[in-house]
């Protein structure tokens, strides 16, 4: 089984993409992958099947097929939080899993927040940030990488075109549980996961260089940038 631990400063100096699935991810040329590192976070690994990294908290992955065939077809790495994933290794194999375990940020019965809970340490093995999104996880994953800037793309915050995901509209791509596909938006509440993006830029804003690709920089917590500054 792979250890986090392995990966230490592996692309040191390097910047890395943490990529979402809104619709913006699109507009990205897949030549992308192979160029610069990328973790693909939960349903963004339909972008491209080279790309090397993938992270889940999340056990609703399971639901959908691409977690049973692109994802599991697919040579990436994948880090899978233990507590909700742990039983898919034998699906993934030990040789490409990676079992983390998270800190704490909120406790939802107490409103208590920790705030060292979102610090992140890039020599951090046992156990990474407290994540209240994937991409969080993923953040620290690319940071213990050594990864600098860290890059997010594909965090869109709405819809664009009636799309909530890039993937939308593929045939390929739907429930394995039964239940109806879910709509783009579906009032889904993106208030708290704001909340713990400005928490986590807050406190590592001085030591972690973490940055939004995402066209106009909807969610407007992190500096923005343009993925093509990075990519050459």
């Not at 908290?57 to 507590?83: G, P, Q």
């Not at 940030?129 to 869109?156: E, F, Q, Y």
């Not at 739907?174 to 009032?187: E, S, V």
Request: proline fraction near 5%.
């Amino acid at each position: 089984m792979l250890e986090l631990s392995d990966f230490y400063n592996v692309h040191h100096g390097q910047p890395g993409i943490v990529l979402g699935s809104g619709p913006s991810v699109g507009n990205i040329p897949c030549s992308i992958v192979g160029r610069i590192p990328v973790i693909a976070v939960n349903s963004s690994i339909l972008f491209d099947e080279k790309i090397p990294y993938w992270i889940s908290d999340d056990i609703a992955v399971s639901n959908w097929s691409y977690f049973y065939k692109e994802l599991k077809n697919s040579k990436c790495k994948k880090f899978l939080y233990k507590n909700k994933l742990s039983s898919f290794v034998n699906l993934f194999g030990e040789e490409d899993s990676v079992l983390f375990d998270h800190d704490w940020w909120y406790q939802p019965s107490t409103g208590k927040k920790n705030m060292n809970g979102v610090l992140i340490k890039r020599n951090s093995f046992e156990e990474i940030i407290g994540a209240r999104t994937s991409s969080g996880s993923a953040i620290h994953i690319l940071a213990i990488m050594g990864c600098d800037p860290i890059i997010l793309c594909g965090m869109d915050n709405g819809l664009s075109g009636g799309k909530r995901y890039f993937w939308e509209g593929k045939s390929y791509v739907h429930r394995m549980d039964g239940k109806p596909t879910r709509g783009p938006w579906d009032k889904f509440d993106y208030n708290g996961v704001k909340e713990y993006f400005i928490d986590l830029y807050n406190v590592n804003k001085n030591s972690i260089n973490i940055l939004d690709a995402t066209p106009n920089n909807p969610m407007g917590v992190f500096p923005g940038c343009n993925i093509s500054e990075w990519v050459k």
